[in-house]
């Protein structure tokens, strides 16, 4: 059964930086689709950032040319690297996975 877990979600200040990271249990992480995913209070949920097996990546429109996805697949882990971050960025981060499965998310919150 794939399992992610995801960690470094926090409060920082607008401006600053955070990664996050999702470890995987999936013996066939090499060849997934991962993904990050946020939602925001009263919001739908959307997507961030996506890579693919052979390390291609999407980015939603807000995030372009301040977030950076990418993947350790020796580590089974994916990291979404958030730089110059806002406050709009607040929101629940999730991880997931093209086996159909979503980590339990992380609080990102950027005081204005």
């Known amino acids: 059964q794939v399992q992610l877990v995801e960690s470094g979600g926090g409060l920082v200040q607008a401006g600053a930086s955070l990664r996050l990271s999702c470890e995987a249990s999936?013996?066939?992480?090499?060849?997934?689709?991962m993904g990050w995913y946020r939602q925001a209070p009263g919001k739908q949920r959307e997507l961030v950032a996506s890579?693919?097996?052979?390390?291609?990546?999407n980015y939603g429109e807000s995030v372009k040319g301040r977030f950076t996805i990418f993947r350790d697949n020796a580590k089974k882990t994916v990291y979404l690297q958030m730089n110059s971050l806002k406050h709009e960025d607040t929101a629940v981060y999730f991880c997931?996975?093209?086996?159909?499965?979503w980590g339990q998310g992380t609080q990102v919150t950027v005081s204005a």
């Open positions: 997931w996975s093209n086996a159909n499965v």
């Open positions: 999936d013996r066939l992480f090499g060849v997934r689709t």
């Open positions: 890579i693919i097996a052979s390390g291609g990546t």
